[in-house]
């Protein structure tokens, strides 16, 4: 892996303003302060005969139908518009007097191996896919995803950042990802194993002292237990496990908080009778149905990735502009919204939400639910 530009980050000397953490981030919802936001370059979709990628990418498909996808760079076309849709976002968010970080360009063309496996590089479209911040501390997941194992080497320089001006800063053990762990259902789709802690840090929700586990394929429960070990060293955090939920991957394309009290579900993989308890009794959005892009090759995502929408605070959120059904819901619920383009994110796999890791909100440890 090669870094081709380095992150901006203020030099360590400087001291935080008005004494606040360096880092700081409980929820999904209060004022935003800073931000990183991915860049598609390099992005690309790994060999489908990897378990892994297989598990990652088109859990939905047949090992046949698997043979008929497309693999590695993506096309030039898609990485220089989603840079450009991205590019207008940060602008957006830096307008907003929001501190806008980027990812140091990886090379994700380059090969490395384990004493197990072989792989390339993916992407570093989604920061929010592999980094958890829970307050002032930065934990790095162990992906289930062999070709994103050093994925997060492009947020190391602005990770030491914060170290240095004060974060904690952990990491999950890194995973072997042997083929033990990858199994194969009774309909012969890939499934995740137990056979050690693997969870991408795009399964959990934050609401201030309470965090949302889903599992699923892209998160176990060994994954789970090992976050409950971990969050227990840093206070009073209470870990929801959702299971019957979403079986796929990452859950912030079925459940989005919106503000305390007010959740937007996914009624495609949520019932009423679903709900999970924590959130009985909040105010529910029903998604309303979300218009489809024209048929075209297999994606990382399904088209409810347009619900994956970014609360700048809990007035205002950032969504899909070609989605006025859900716009229009939002704005009825007293949500001013920044509508903003993301022509492939469901080619590419992520929505405003999901390419957004976001390291500074004003909020703190609430205890939103009791």
Do not use: K
Request: aromatic share 8%; net charge negative.
């Amino acid at each position: 892996m090669t870094a081709e530009r380095t992150v901006t980050t203020p030099a360590p000397s400087l001291p935080t303003a008005f004494g606040a953490p360096a880092v700081n981030s409980w929820d999904e919802f209060t004022a935003l302060r800073e931000i990183v936001v991915g860049d598609a370059t390099h992005a690309r979709l790994p060999q489908q005969d990897d378990p892994s990628a297989w598990l990652s990418c088109f859990p939905q498909l047949t090992r046949a139908e698997l043979g008929r996808i497309a693999v590695g760079e993506m096309p030039a076309q898609v990485v220089e518009e989603t840079n450009e849709d991205l590019a207008v976002l940060c602008a957006s968010l830096r307008g907003l007097g929001v501190t806008v970080h980027q990812p140091a360009v990886v090379d994700h063309r380059v090969e490395f191996a384990s004493p197990h496996w072989r792989s390339a590089g993916f992407t570093s479209y989604c920061p929010r896919d592999l980094t958890l911040v829970v307050g002032s501390t930065i934990i790095e997941t162990a992906s289930p995803t062999r070709s994103r194992y050093f994925e997060v080497f492009g947020l190391r320089p602005l990770f030491q950042d914060y170290l240095r001006r004060g974060a904690t800063w952990l990491a999950a053990p890194r995973p072997r990802l042997t083929d033990e762990l990858y199994l194969v259902d009774q309909d012969g789709l890939p499934d995740l194993g137990d056979s050690e802690p693997v969870f991408d840090a795009a399964n959990v929700l934050r609401l201030g002292r309470d965090l949302f586990y889903q599992v699923s394929r892209s998160g176990n429960e060994l994954g789970l237990r090992w976050l409950e070990s971990v969050v227990r060293l840093l206070g009073d955090i209470r870990v929801h496990p959702l299971r019957g939920i979403y079986g796929y991957t990452h859950i912030d394309s079925t459940i989005a908080l919106l503000r305390p009290g007010l959740v937007l579900l996914n009624p495609g993989r949520i019932t009423p009778d679903g709900i999970p308890d924590p959130l009985r009794g909040w105010d529910v959005l029903w998604c309303p149905p979300l218009r489809r892009p024209a048929a075209g090759p297999p994606t990382l995502s399904e088209h409810w990735i347009s619900m994956n929408l970014l609360m700048v605070d809990e007035e205002h959120a950032i969504v899909d502009t070609d989605q006025p059904e859900l716009i229009a819901a939002l704005e009825q619920r007293g949500i001013t919204v920044l509508p903003h383009r993301l022509r492939h994110a469901q080619l590419l796999g992520g929505g405003f939400h999901c390419v957004t890791l976001d390291t500074v909100r004003a909020g703190g440890p609430e205890n939103y639910l009791d």
